[in-house]
């Protein structure tokens, strides 16, 4: 799968789905640009409520931040989990992802999200 992003033609290698709830999805694609280099997209879908399509937003991350990036991100992660809601149970978000993607096997992105043209 090929995307125009700045005007070059980038190709996604990978993508990783991620359902949150009745209006959100998040994306997180591994794309190569036209000079050979790697870098990750990652695109959040909201459904609007007006029913007029989706909102979308997106980050840009480039193989010189993924480190910094990774660490700042687990830490804010391992922050709000041990120390801001340490009895929540954040396993419930997994399962129902597990559930609902048992559920879905099988089905393309392109399938799914017809009208979502990024």
């Known amino acids: 799968m090929q995307e125009q992003d ?9 993508t990783h789905k991620i359902v949150a709830g009745s209006r959100r999805t998040y994306y997180i694609d591994i794309r190569k640009s ?3 280099e790697f870098y990750i997209t990652i695109s959040e879908s ?3 409520n007006d029913g007029r399509g989706f909102d979308k937003h997106k980050i840009f991350l480039f193989k010189e931040d993924f480190n910094r990036f990774t660490e700042k991100i687990n830490e804010s992660v391992e922050y709000v989990k041990n120390d801001l809601m340490p009895t929540f149970d954040f396993d419930f978000f997994t399962k129902k992802q ?4 048992a559920a879905n096997k ?4 392109e399938d799914e999200n017809d009208d979502i043209k990024w």
């Open 106 to 109: 099988g089905k393309s992105i």
């Open 34 to 36: 036209k000079n050979e």
């Open 6 to 14: 700045n005007n070059h033609m980038n190709e996604i290698v990978k």
């Open 98 to 101: 597990d559930d609902w993607e």
């Open 46 to 48: 909201i459904k609007r």
